[in-house]
């Protein structure tokens, strides 16, 4: 019995060490649980805290003081502090809710105590790209809250109407004599960003785009249907008519006669003219009207939201026009009412002023502006027997027996023929591609299946010497489309479509059912958009038309992006742009290595870039991939003709060497090294083996190497280049062959020879590169060809955008 008690004891307790275990590791996930349940609130609250410094910030009623700090970084570059974001108001009420409940009734240093703190832990960091014109704002919790960090941001984004008016119109549909809007309910002129996804999609839809005619002898007609109408400014060299409901949501800038004829049409900015404004019937327009000669009333017609009357009219009796009417002379024919301020605008008011530096005012002689599209012809036109293509079914650019004979020009497949026409199943483009059109072009596709497809990387630009036809309902796939493509180093649109076509009938006709993405370029002729044809892209045209429901809406992604004919033009922001062989000059003699010396580029930047003309003599050059390109980038060069720029260049790397010398004729000759770069010019011939440096080596005459022969950096050649053998060791950066006359101020012609066997490699080394250009101070880096954005004018006009808060 006894046993049994001590066995039914043992039990027991071991039952209860169980339990008190079972207890024991309960308590523990309980305080585990507990502990991340408060680290969980922790960080959320962090969270918190940072997104509602930023509701502070965005917030209405800071809209002042936050603009205020805003435009003072674009100004001096230096960010708000966040004690100068709590001194101007814009975070008080925030702080003031984060300090302790019994903040009042510390002492002084106490309360300096509790601010410092929460000012060590609570950060805002600004970030500017002017290039997107973006300002990101970031706020940091780094840990009011039981030392749990937390991070949001918010980016606004700035638009800028230079001081006086300079710079306004920039982006928009440009036409050269003007454009005739027409018909129906649905014709649409807005912008969007594809780079914030589809036109429509959200909020993405509806933001301005300027209407623009750059002739004297333009002139812009409204005569349409009442919604939804242009949305943007207008500006016109020539006049502007109004003769039906035409909705305008924006201003007008004229420099001669405005006309408004519209019933019930509604202008929702102000009206300026440089000449005289008359009013017919029913025009309504809610800002202010300008005229630097005369505002005249002709009729029965709407209003101007009108607050008071002041100053001299004549005729009428009583008053109609609202809002500040100013111009010498108002006047009435019947009795119609006519009220606003009445004054004399600056005689010294230049609308030409309101241009962009890109757009400039035609005068009544001069052609209009061609966008370089004849340069544009000749660059890529080839074949001197061109044949006929009907690319039904088209596979590609690959396919060859369907196009014909293709060329390697300026980093695209081109391709030449005489007519072309697509149509049947669609086409397939592989890579970037130009189709140069002696004639015509026909583009119809109509099936569900039927569509233009672009590749990955891929571009398309189809130039016509003939008219442009576009029809169909399903004319672009665009699945995983891209509306701008990197080509060599420059940003192109993908889809480009130019007709030189000049005459009566259109150069290019787009008259669909479906949407068409890209650029519309026919500087000699019209574009015709109509039907229900969408353009998800941009114009340039000599007049433009668009009817029915048609609509155009100006994509912002191609904000930076050069017109069609301007490709190849970018500018060299530093050495780093530069191919492992780069010839300014025109080639007279060359002889390239017979051994496996290979030329090697690398992913933006050609294996070989030459002057325009040369790329073919180039074709049999060991390269990485095939890729030479023809003609020189503008910056120093200007396309390989600005030699005067070079020459400027050069007398500065000469006035700057670290080291200068005359004729070089010993071996192993060592001009700097690698962390130990130098500037080193030579002004006579180079005859040497063994060569070696690092840095900038200017040689004022002809180079000939052997041996075995290293640079890394940028080796400029101003004579003829001659290899002999070697091997062994490479050229990482770039050799830039550019002789000159420095009496005509002219690129001289160059031999080019590599004579035996050899095996050094010439490799693209960005670093290299930009070590090499960092040698130079920022006024000397400019003469080369800066890429610095140009200023932002301090009494400019910005208005800012919430577009992104994460």
Same mark, same amino acid.
């Given at each position: 019995?006894?046993?049994?008690?001590?066995?039914?004891?043992?039990?027991?307790?071991?039952?209860?060490?169980?339990?008190?275990?079972?207890?024991?590791?309960?308590?523990?996930?309980?305080?585990?649980?507990?502990?991340?349940?408060?680290?969980?609130?922790?960080?959320?609250?962090?969270?918190?805290?940072?997104?509602?410094?930023?509701?502070?910030?965005?917030?209405?009623?800071?809209?002042?003081?936050?603009?205020?700090?805003?435009?003072?970084?674009?100004?001096?570059?230096?960010?708000?502090?966040?004690?100068?974001?709590?001194?101007?108001?814009?975070?008080?009420?925030?702080?003031?809710?984060?300090?302790?409940?019994?903040?009042?009734?510390?002492?002084?240093?106490?309360?300096?105590?509790?601010?410092?703190?929460?000012?060590?832990?609570?950060?805002?960091?600004?970030?500017?790209?002017?290039?997107?014109?973006?300002?990101?704002?970031?706020?940091?919790?780094?840990?009011?809250?039981?030392?749990?960090?937390?991070?949001?941001?918010?980016?606004?984004?700035?638009?800028?109407?230079?001081?006086?008016?300079?710079?306004?119109?920039?982006?928009?549909?440009?036409? *050269?004599?003007?454009?005739?809007?027409?018909?129906?309910?649905?014709?649409?002129?807005?912008?969007?960003?594809?780079?914030?996804?589809?036109?429509?999609?959200?909020?993405?839809?509806?933001?301005?785009?300027?209407?623009?005619?750059?002739?004297?002898?333009?002139?812009?007609?409204?005569?349409?249907?009442?919604?939804?109408?242009?949305?943007?400014?207008?500006?016109?060299?020539?006049?502007?008519?109004?003769?039906?409901?035409?909705?305008?949501?924006?201003?007008?800038?004229?420099?001669?006669?405005?006309?408004?004829?519209?019933?019930?049409?509604?202008?929702?900015?102000?009206?300026?003219?440089?000449?005289?404004?008359?009013?017919?019937?029913?025009?309504?327009?809610?800002?202010?009207?300008?005229?630097?000669?005369?505002?005249?009333?002709?009729?029965?017609?709407?209003?101007?939201?009108?607050?008071?009357?002041?100053?001299?009219?004549?005729?009428?009796?009583?008053?109609?026009?609202?809002?500040?009417?100013?111009?010498?002379?108002?006047?009435?024919?019947?009795?119609?009412?006519?009220?606003?301020?009445?004054?004399?605008?600056?005689?010294?008011?230049?609308?030409?002023?309101?241009?962009?530096?890109?757009?400039?005012?035609?005068?009544?002689?001069?052609? *209009?502006?061609?966008?370089?599209?004849?340069?544009?012809?000749?660059?890529?036109?080839?074949?001197?027997?061109?044949?006929?293509?009907?690319?039904?079914?088209?596979?590609?650019?690959?396919?060859?027996?369907?196009?014909?004979?293709?060329?390697?020009?300026?980093?695209?497949?081109?391709?030449?023929?005489?007519?072309?026409?697509?149509?049947?199943?669609?086409?397939?483009?592989?890579?970037?591609?130009?189709?140069?059109?002696?004639?015509?072009?026909?583009?119809?596709?109509?099936?569900?299946?039927?569509?233009?497809?672009?590749?990955?990387?891929?571009?398309?630009?189809?130039?016509?010497?003939?008219?442009?036809?576009?029809?169909?309902?399903?004319?672009?796939?665009?699945?995983?489309?891209?509306?701008?493509?990197?080509?060599?180093?420059?940003?192109?649109?993908?889809?480009?479509?130019?007709?030189?076509?000049?005459?009566?009938?259109?150069?290019?006709?787009?008259?669909?059912?479906?949407?068409?993405?890209?650029?519309?370029?026919?500087?000699?002729?019209?574009?015709?958009?109509?039907?229900?044809?969408?353009?998800?892209?941009?114009?340039?045209?000599?007049?433009?038309?668009?009817?029915?429901?048609?609509?155009?809406?100006?994509?912002?992604?191609?904000?930076?992006?050069?017109?069609?004919?301007?490709?190849?033009?970018?500018?060299?922001?530093?050495?780093?742009?530069?191919?492992?062989?780069?010839?300014?000059?025109?080639?007279?003699?060359?002889?390239?290595?017979?051994?496996?010396?290979?030329?090697?580029?690398?992913?933006?930047?050609?294996?070989?870039?030459?002057?325009?003309?040369?790329?073919?003599?180039?074709?049999?050059?060991?390269?990485?991939?095939?890729?030479?390109?023809?003609?020189?980038?503008?910056?120093?060069?200007?396309?390989?003709?600005?030699?005067?720029?070079?020459?400027?260049?050069?007398?500065?790397?000469?006035?700057?060497?670290?080291?200068?010398?005359?004729?070089?004729?010993?071996?192993?000759?060592?001009?700097?090294?690698?962390?130990?770069?130098?500037?080193?010019?030579?002004?006579?011939?180079?005859?040497?083996?063994?060569?070696?440096?690092?840095?900038?080596?200017?040689?004022?005459?002809?180079?000939?190497?052997?041996?075995?022969?290293?640079?890394?950096?940028?080796?400029?050649?101003?004579?003829?280049?001659?290899?002999?053998?070697?091997?062994?060791?490479?050229?990482?950066?770039?050799?830039?062959?550019?002789?000159?006359?420095?009496?005509?101020?002219?690129?001289?012609?160059?031999?080019?020879?590599?004579?035996?066997?050899?095996?050094?490699?010439?490799?693209?080394?960005?670093?290299?590169?930009?070590?090499?250009?960092?040698?130079?101070?920022?006024?000397?880096?400019?003469?080369?060809?800066?890429?610095?954005?140009?200023?932002?004018?301090?009494?400019?006009?910005?208005?800012?955008?919430?577009?992104?808060?994460?």
């Amino acid at each position: 019995m006894k046993e049994q008690q001590g066995a039914a004891l043992v039990i027991v307790m071991v039952f209860l060490s169980g339990a008190l275990l079972l207890g024991m590791s309960s308590m523990q996930s309980a305080l585990i649980d507990e502990r991340l349940a408060g680290n969980y609130r922790a960080s959320t609250q962090a969270y918190m805290t940072s997104d509602n410094v930023l509701a502070a910030l965005a917030s209405d009623g800071n809209k002042d003081a936050r603009e205020r700090a805003l435009k003072s970084l674009l100004d001096s570059g230096e960010p708000p502090s966040v004690n100068e974001l709590i001194q101007n108001g814009t975070l008080r009420e925030f702080v003031n809710g984060l300090l302790p409940d019994n903040y009042k009734d510390m002492e002084e240093e106490e309360r300096k105590i509790e601010v410092d703190k929460l000012l060590g832990d609570l950060d805002i960091i600004f970030e500017v790209n002017e290039q997107a014109q973006t300002i990101t704002i970031t706020s940091l919790d780094r840990g009011l809250r039981n030392s749990a960090s937390g991070e949001s941001s918010i980016v606004y984004r700035y638009d800028v109407e230079g001081a006086n008016g300079a710079g306004l119109f920039r982006d928009g549909v440009i036409t *050269c004599h003007g454009a005739n809007l027409t018909g129906g309910s649905g014709v649409v002129i807005d912008g969007f960003d594809s780079q914030a996804g589809a036109y429509g999609v959200g909020n993405n839809s509806g933001e301005k785009a300027s209407l623009i005619a750059v002739h004297e002898n333009s002139n812009l007609l409204f005569n349409m249907g009442a919604v939804p109408g242009v949305t943007g400014d207008i500006y016109s060299a020539g006049r502007m008519e109004v003769t039906n409901t035409m909705p305008i949501d924006g201003d007008v800038y004229v420099k001669g006669d405005i006309s408004l004829r519209g019933n019930n049409a509604l202008i929702t900015g102000s009206l300026y003219s440089e000449n005289n404004i008359v009013f017919h019937v029913g025009t309504r327009v809610d800002g202010d009207v300008s005229a630097n000669s005369r505002i005249q009333v002709l009729g029965n017609w709407g209003e101007v939201s009108a607050l008071q009357a002041d100053g001299s009219t004549r005729a009428g009796t009583s008053y109609a026009i609202g809002g500040d009417a100013t111009s010498p002379e108002v006047y009435s024919e019947i009795d119609n009412r006519i009220s606003g301020q009445v004054s004399s605008r600056d005689p010294e008011v230049n609308f030409a002023d309101f241009l962009s530096d890109e757009l400039t005012v035609v005068k009544e002689n001069d052609p *209009c502006p061609d966008y370089g599209v004849e340069q544009l012809y000749e660059a890529y036109h080839f074949n001197t027997n061109p044949t006929d293509v009907n690319a039904f079914n088209y596979d590609g650019p690959t396919s060859t027996a369907v196009l014909g004979e293709s060329k390697n020009i300026n980093g695209f497949e081109a391709f030449h023929v005489a007519q072309l026409n697509i149509g049947g199943n669609g086409m397939v483009v592989e890579r970037p591609t130009v189709i140069v059109a002696e004639s015509g072009v026909d583009i119809a596709l109509w099936g569900s299946s039927d569509a233009i497809t672009l590749r990955e990387g891929a571009s398309l630009q189809v130039i016509s010497k003939g008219t442009f036809s576009l029809k169909g309902s399903n004319v672009f796939d665009m699945s995983d489309f891209e509306p701008v493509v990197d080509v060599g180093g420059r940003l192109v649109s993908a889809f480009s479509f130019v007709s030189l076509h000049e005459g009566s009938e259109s150069a290019i006709d787009m008259s669909s059912a479906g949407d068409m993405y890209g650029e519309l370029l026919a500087p000699f002729g019209e574009v015709r958009i109509a039907g229900s044809a969408r353009l998800m892209g941009r114009v340039f045209s000599n007049t433009l038309n668009v009817s029915g429901g048609a609509s155009i809406h100006y994509d912002r992604a191609y904000a930076d992006v050069a017109i069609a004919g301007e490709a190849g033009n970018e500018q060299w922001c530093s050495f780093a742009d530069i191919s492992p062989l780069t010839v300014v000059s025109p080639v007279s003699r060359l002889s390239l290595p017979s051994s496996r010396a290979k030329f090697i580029g690398a992913g933006e930047v050609p294996d070989i870039t030459v002057a325009t003309g040369d790329a073919e003599k180039f074709a049999n050059a060991n390269t990485a991939d095939g890729n030479v390109r023809e003609g020189i980038p503008k910056g120093v060069f200007d396309r390989g003709e600005s030699a005067e720029k070079f020459a400027d260049f050069i007398d500065l790397l000469r006035r700057r060497a670290d080291i200068t010398l005359n004729d070089v004729g010993k071996n192993n000759a060592v001009f700097g090294s690698v962390g130990n770069e130098k500037i080193t010019f030579i002004n006579g011939d180079v005859d040497t083996n063994n060569l070696s440096g690092a840095g900038i080596l200017v040689v004022n005459g002809n180079y000939d190497g052997g041996g075995n022969p290293a640079f890394d950096g940028l080796l400029i050649v101003l004579g003829n280049y001659t290899q002999k053998g070697g091997g062994g060791r490479d050229l990482n950066g770039a050799l830039l062959v550019a002789p000159y006359d420095a009496g005509s101020m002219e690129f001289s012609p160059a031999n080019i020879e590599f004579r035996g066997g050899g095996s050094n490699d010439f490799n693209f080394d960005e670093q290299a590169l930009r070590t090499a250009f960092n040698l130079l101070d920022e006024e000397e880096q400019e003469r080369w060809g800066g890429c610095n954005l140009s200023e932002i004018p301090s009494d400019g006009l910005f208005t800012w955008s919430l577009i992104d808060w994460q």
